[in-house]
C-alpha cells in the first residue's frame, strides 16, 4: 500500500486499484463474463421458448369443438376429445375454489388483522412451510383421510377437489396476506372515526380496498390447481366418462387423461395429450396473465 | 412487516360508544373473529391430521420392516394381504431415484438460476429486466404434467438423445455414463426436474441479489473493480446465505416433484449407478404403482410418502429459516 504512490512497475504485485480496467486480462475477463451471464438468460429462456411452440405446433391441430364435446375413444382411434376430462376439472376446481379462497382469506385476515400474536406467527410459519409439501403427499393424506378413512367416500370429485383445495390453500393465504398489509392504515383509522366496527371495518373498507390484489393471488392459486396431476391420481383417480356425481363415483381431470394420453404407446392417443396440453397451457396462461394484469393495474391506481 | 412496526388502528371501545350502538354488532365482532380464528387454525389442524393419519396409517409397515430396514432395503416385493403386511419393502432404490434425480436437477439450476439472477437485476437492459423476468416466472406456471409430455415425446429424442449418445460414447468407461442409453432415465428427468425448478431458485435469488446495499458496489467500482469483480467479489458474496436457501427450496421442489419425473425416469424398481439407467424416484414410484395396488401395498406406498414428507418438510424448514434471517426480503416468489 505504501509504495503506491509511484508509476507501478510490470511487476505482479500492482494493486488493482492502479490497474487499468480496460485493459488486459480483466477486462477480458469482464467481457467474457457478461457474454457468458448473457448466455445463460438466453439459455433459461430456451426451454419456455420450445414448450410453447411444440405444445402449439403438435396441439393445434387436435383442438376443435368435437376436443371440447366428445369423449375419448380407444387410444387407437383417431377422434373425440377430452369432454370428460373438462367437465371433472371444471367441476373439482369449482369446488376446490370454494373450499379454499375463503379460507385462505379469512386465515389471512385473522393474521393481518388479529395479528400478531403467537398464534398467528405460527399459522404464518406453517403456511409457508405447506407450500412445500409434495403434492403426491397431500394425495395420500386425501386418501387416507377420506377416501379409505373417516366414511370411507371412496373416490370422486370432492376427494379431489378437497385435494386440490389444500395445495391451493397455502398460495391464497400468503398472497392474500401481502395484499392486506399493503392496504393503508389510514383507511382503517378513517372507518373507526366514522364509528364501524372492526367487523364492519374489515368487511366494508379492508377487503374491498384489497379486493383487486386478492383476486389476483387467487387467480394465481387457480392456474396452480388447474395443472396439479398427482394429487387427483390417488383422490379422483380418473374417468374417461362424463362423471357427474358429487362423490363416489371416479372423476377425471384434463391432467390426468393428458397423462395417461402421453404415457401410451398410440399416436391418435398422444396427439389427442398434446391438445390437451394446449387447452392446459392456454388455460393456465390465461389466468396468469389477466391476474398480473389486474394485479398491476390496482397497484398503479392505489397511488 | 413494515406495518406492524407502526401503531396498528384500534377499534373504539364499547365503553367509548354511545348507548346507541349496544344493538346487534355488539355480538358480530367477537363471532366474525372467531370465525376467522378458526379459518386461521384449520391450517394447523390440517398439518396434524397430515402427519397424524398417514403416519399411523403406515405404521404397520415402520414396525415391520425397522425405519432404517425400511430405508435401506433394497427389494420391493408387494403381498396381497388385506390385513396384514406380507410383503418385503425396502425403499432404497427410489430413495436414490429421488436423490440422485434432485441432485442432478440442483447441479443444473444452481449456476444457472445464479446467472440468470445476476444478469436480471446488474446486466439487462432496463426496458428488457421486467419482461424477462416475467418470462421466467411464467415457466414456473407451466404445469408439471406438459414439462412432462414435452420432455419425453419432444425433448428427449430430438435433443437429450443424441446428446446421451455422443456423451455414453465419449464417456462410456466412466461408471455414471455407462451404457446402453435407453432413453428415459434418471439423467433426462433430472435435467427437466433443472428446468422446472429454475425459475423459482432465479426468483429467490434475484430478490436477495437485489436487495444487496448499492453504496458498496459503488465503494467497489469508485476502487476501479470491473462489473465482474464487483459480482464476484462485493455481491455473491454477501447473497450467499440466500442462495443457499434458494437452492434448499429448489431442492425441496424437486424431491417432491412427481408427474415430470414419472414420465421421464423409466419406472423400474432397481436402481444402478449408471446415471443412463432407468429408476423410481419416491414420488414417481407412489403415483405409477397406486392405481393397481393391492390395500396393503398401498400401506407402503403411504410409508414411502411418510418418509418423502419428513425430508421435503427438514429441507423446507431450513430454507424458511435461513429466508427469515435474511429479513429483507419476503420469500413471495417461493409460493
Given at each position: 500500500?505504501?509504495?503506491?504512490?509511484?508509476?507501478?512497475?510490470?511487476?505482479?504485485?500492482?494493486?488493482?486499484?492502479?490497474?487499468?480496467?480496460?485493459?488486459?486480462?480483466?477486462?477480458?475477463?469482464?467481457?467474457?463474463?457478461?457474454?457468458?451471464?448473457?448466455?445463460?438468460?438466453?439459455?433459461?429462456?430456451?426451454?419456455?421458448?420450445?414448450?410453447?411452440?411444440?405444445?402449439?405446433?403438435?396441439?393445434?391441430?387436435?383442438?376443435?369443438?368435437?376436443?371440447?364435446?366428445?369423449?375419448?375413444?380407444?387410444?387407437?382411434?383417431?377422434?373425440?376429445?377430452?369432454?370428460?376430462?373438462?367437465?371433472?376439472?371444471?367441476?373439482?376446481?369449482?369446488?376446490?375454489?370454494?373450499?379454499?379462497?375463503?379460507?385462505?382469506?379469512?386465515?389471512?385476515?385473522?393474521?393481518?388483522?388479529?395479528?400478531?400474536?403467537?398464534?398467528?406467527?405460527?399459522?404464518?410459519?406453517?403456511?409457508?412451510?405447506?407450500?412445500?409439501?409434495?403434492?403426491?403427499?397431500?394425495?395420500?393424506?386425501?386418501?387416507?383421510?377420506?377416501?379409505?378413512?373417516?366414511?370411507?367416500?371412496?373416490?370422486?370429485?370432492?376427494?379431489?377437489?378437497?385435494?386440490?383445495?389444500?395445495?391451493?390453500?397455502?398460495?391464497?393465504?400468503?398472497?392474500?396476506?401481502?395484499?392486506?398489509?399493503?392496504?393503508?392504515?389510514?383507511?382503517?383509522?378513517?372507518?373507526?372515526?366514522?364509528?364501524?366496527?372492526?367487523?364492519?371495518?374489515?368487511?366494508?373498507?379492508?377487503?374491498?380496498?384489497?379486493?383487486?390484489?386478492?383476486?389476483?393471488?387467487?387467480?394465481?392459486?387457480?392456474?396452480?390447481?388447474?395443472?396439479?396431476?398427482?394429487?387427483?391420481?390417488?383422490?379422483?383417480?380418473?374417468?374417461?366418462?362424463?362423471?357427474?356425481a358429487f362423490q363416489g363415483e371416479a372423476q377425471g381431470a384434463v391432467p390426468m387423461q393428458l397423462y395417461r394420453g402421453a404415457m401410451q404407446p398410440f399416436e391418435a392417443g398422444i396427439d389427442r395429450a398434446w391438445g390437451a396440453a394446449l387447452c392446459l397451457f392456454l388455460l393456465v396462461l390465461l389466468f396468469t396473465v389477466i391476474a398480473r394484469w389486474i394485479g398491476?393495474?390496482?397497484?398503479?391506481?392505489?397511488? | 412487516?413494515?406495518?406492524?412496526?407502526?401503531?396498528?388502528?384500534?377499534?373504539?371501545?364499547?365503553?367509548?360508544?354511545?348507548?346507541?350502538?349496544?344493538?346487534?354488532?355488539?355480538?358480530?365482532?367477537?363471532?366474525?373473529?372467531?370465525?376467522?380464528?378458526?379459518?386461521?387454525?384449520?391450517?394447523?389442524?390440517?398439518?396434524?391430521?397430515?402427519?397424524?393419519?398417514?403416519?399411523?396409517?403406515?405404521?404397520?409397515?415402520?414396525?415391520?420392516?425397522?425405519?432404517?430396514?425400511?430405508?435401506?432395503?433394497?427389494?420391493?416385493?408387494?403381498?396381497?394381504?388385506?390385513?396384514?403386511?406380507?410383503?418385503?419393502?425396502?425403499?432404497?432404490?427410489?430413495?436414490?431415484?429421488?436423490?440422485?434425480?434432485?441432485?442432478?436437477?440442483?447441479?443444473?439450476?444452481?449456476?444457472?438460476?445464479?446467472?440468470?439472477?445476476?444478469?436480471l437485476t446488474h446486466l439487462a437492459p432496463r426496458r428488457l429486466a421486467k419482461p424477462l423476468s416475467y418470462t421466467v416466472e411464467l415457466l414456473a406456471a407451466v404445469p408439471s404434467v406438459i414439462f412432462g409430455l414435452w420432455g419425453l415425446h419432444w425433448f428427449l429424442p430430438n435433443v437429450l438423445r443424441p446428446f446421451f449418445d455422443g456423451l455414453e460414447a465419449v464417456?462410456?468407461?466412466?461408471?455414471?455414463?455407462?451404457?446402453?442409453?435407453?432413453?428415459?432415465?434418471?439423467?433426462?428427468?433430472?435435467?427437466?426436474?433443472?428446468?422446472?425448478?429454475?425459475?423459482?431458485?432465479?426468483?429467490?435469488?434475484?430478490?436477495?441479489?437485489?436487495?444487496?446495499?448499492?453504496?458498496?458496489?459503488?465503494?467497489?467500482?469508485?476502487?476501479?473493480?470491473?462489473?465482474?469483480?464487483?459480482?464476484?467479489?462485493?455481491?455473491?458474496?454477501?447473497?450467499?446465505?440466500?442462495?443457499?436457501?434458494?437452492?434448499?427450496?429448489?431442492?425441496?421442489?424437486?424431491?417432491?416433484?412427481?408427474?415430470?419425473?414419472?414420465?421421464?425416469?423409466?419406472?423400474?424398481?432397481?436402481?444402478?449407478?449408471?446415471?443412463?439407467?432407468?429408476?423410481?424416484?419416491?414420488?414417481?414410484?407412489?403415483?405409477?404403482?397406486?392405481?393397481?395396488?393391492?390395500?396393503?401395498?398401498?400401506?407402503?406406498?403411504?410409508?414411502?410418502?411418510?418418509?418423502?414428507?419428513?425430508?421435503?418438510?427438514?429441507?423446507?424448514?431450513?430454507?424458511?429459516?435461513?429466508?427469515?434471517?435474511?429479513?429483507?426480503?419476503?420469500?413471495?416468489?417461493?409460493?
Amino acid at each position: 500500500m505504501s509504495t503506491a504512490t509511484t508509476t507501478p512497475p510490470a511487476s505482479r504485485h500492482t494493486p488493482l486499484s492502479q490497474r487499468s480496467p480496460g485493459s488486459g486480462v480483466r477486462r477480458i475477463k469482464d467481457r467474457a463474463a457478461s457474454v457468458l451471464l448473457t448466455a445463460a438468460m438466453v439459455v433459461a429462456m430456451i426451454p419456455l421458448i420450445l414448450i410453447i411452440f411444440e405444445v402449439t405446433r403438435r396441439g393445434i391441430g387436435v383442438v376443435n369443438l368435437d376436443f371440447l364435446t366428445q369423449t375419448e375413444p380407444p387410444p387407437r382411434r383417431e377422434g373425440g376429445g377430452y369432454a370428460a376430462g373438462f367437465v371433472g376439472t371444471l367441476y373439482i376446481m369449482a369446488l376446490a375454489i370454494l373450499m379454499s379462497i375463503p379460507f385462505g382469506i379469512a386465515t389471512a385476515v385473522y393474521i393481518v388483522e388479529y395479528g400478531p400474536n403467537r398464534l398467528t406467527r405460527v399459522i404464518r410459519f406453517f403456511t409457508d412451510v405447506m407450500t412445500g409439501i409434495p403434492s403426491i403427499f397431500v394425495g395420500l393424506f386425501v386418501y387416507g383421510l377420506l377416501v379409505i378413512g373417516w366414511g370411507g367416500l371412496g373416490f370422486g370429485t370432492f376427494t379431489g377437489a378437497v385435494a386440490i383445495a389444500v395445495m391451493m390453500l397455502p398460495i391464497v393465504t400468503r398472497s392474500a396476506e401481502e395484499m392486506l398489509r399493503l392496504v393503508p392504515n389510514e383507511i382503517r383509522n378513517a372507518s373507526y372515526g366514522l364509528g364501524a366496527r372492526k367487523w364492519q371495518t374489515i368487511v366494508h373498507t379492508v377487503l374491498p380496498a384489497a379486493a383487486p390484489g386478492l383476486t389476483t393471488g387467487s387467480m394465481l392459486a387457480v392456474a396452480r390447481g388447474i395443472g396439479e396431476t398427482a394429487p387427483l391420481l390417488m383422490t379422483a383417480f380418473g374417468s374417461g366418462l362424463i362423471v357427474t356425481a358429487f362423490q363416489g363415483e371416479a372423476q377425471g381431470a384434463v391432467p390426468m387423461q393428458l397423462y395417461r394420453g402421453a404415457m401410451q404407446p398410440f399416436e391418435a392417443g398422444i396427439d389427442r395429450a398434446w391438445g390437451a396440453a394446449l387447452c392446459l397451457f392456454l388455460l393456465v396462461l390465461l389466468f396468469t396473465v389477466i391476474a398480473r394484469w389486474i394485479g398491476s393495474r390496482a397497484s398503479v391506481g392505489n397511488r | 412487516m413494515s406495518t406492524e412496526a407502526r401503531e396498528a388502528p384500534q377499534a373504539p371501545e364499547d365503553s367509548q360508544r354511545g348507548t346507541l350502538h349496544s344493538g346487534r354488532g355488539r355480538f358480530a365482532d367477537p363471532v366474525f373473529k372467531w370465525i376467522v380464528a378458526v379459518c386461521g387454525t384449520t391450517v394447523l389442524i390440517i398439518l396434524a391430521l397430515m402427519v397424524i393419519r398417514t403416519t399411523s396409517e403406515a405404521w404397520p409397515v415402520f414396525a415391520k420392516e425397522g425405519f432404517f430396514g425400511f430405508l435401506l432395503g433394497e427389494s420391493w416385493n408387494p403381498g396381497g394381504s388385506r390385513t396384514e403386511i406380507t410383503g418385503t419393502y425396502g425403499a432404497w432404490p427410489f430413495i436414490y431415484g429421488t436423490m440422485i434425480t434432485s441432485v442432478i436437477a440442483i447441479a443444473i439450476a444452481l449456476p444457472l438460476s445464479v446467472m440468470v439472477a445476476v444478469y436480471l437485476t446488474h446486466l439487462a437492459p432496463r426496458r428488457l429486466a421486467k419482461p424477462l423476468s416475467y418470462t421466467v416466472e411464467l415457466l414456473a406456471a407451466v404445469p408439471s404434467v406438459i414439462f412432462g409430455l414435452w420432455g419425453l415425446h419432444w425433448f428427449l429424442p430430438n435433443v437429450l438423445r443424441p446428446f446421451f449418445d455422443g456423451l455414453e460414447a465419449v464417456l462410456g468407461w466412466f461408471f455414471l455414463f455407462e451404457g446402453p442409453v435407453r432413453g428415459v432415465g434418471y439423467l433426462p428427468a433430472g435435467i427437466v426436474l433443472g428446468i422446472m425448478i429454475l425459475p423459482i431458485m432465479t426468483a429467490i435469488i434475484r430478490e436477495v441479489v437485489a436487495v444487496q446495499p448499492v453504496e458498496q458496489q459503488m465503494a467497489a467500482y469508485a476502487l476501479g473493480s470491473t462489473r465482474w469483480e464487483v459480482i464476484t467479489k462485493v455481491i455473491l458474496p454477501a447473497s450467499f446465505s440466500g442462495i443457499v436457501a434458494a437452492a434448499m427450496l429448489g431442492l425441496g421442489r424437486a424431491l417432491g416433484e412427481t408427474i415430470a419425473v414419472l414420465m421421464l425416469i423409466g419406472g423400474s424398481q432397481s436402481w444402478g449407478a449408471s446415471l443412463f439407467g432407468t429408476g423410481s424416484s419416491m414420488a414417481s414410484h407412489i403415483a405409477a404403482t397406486f392405481g393397481e395396488s393391492s390395500p396393503e401395498s398401498r400401506i407402503a406406498l403411504m410409508a414411502i410418502g411418510v418418509a418423502l414428507f419428513l425430508v421435503t418438510m427438514i429441507v423446507n424448514i431450513l430454507a424458511r429459516v435461513i429466508v427469515w434471517r435474511l429479513g429483507q426480503i419476503t420469500g413471495d416468489a417461493a409460493v
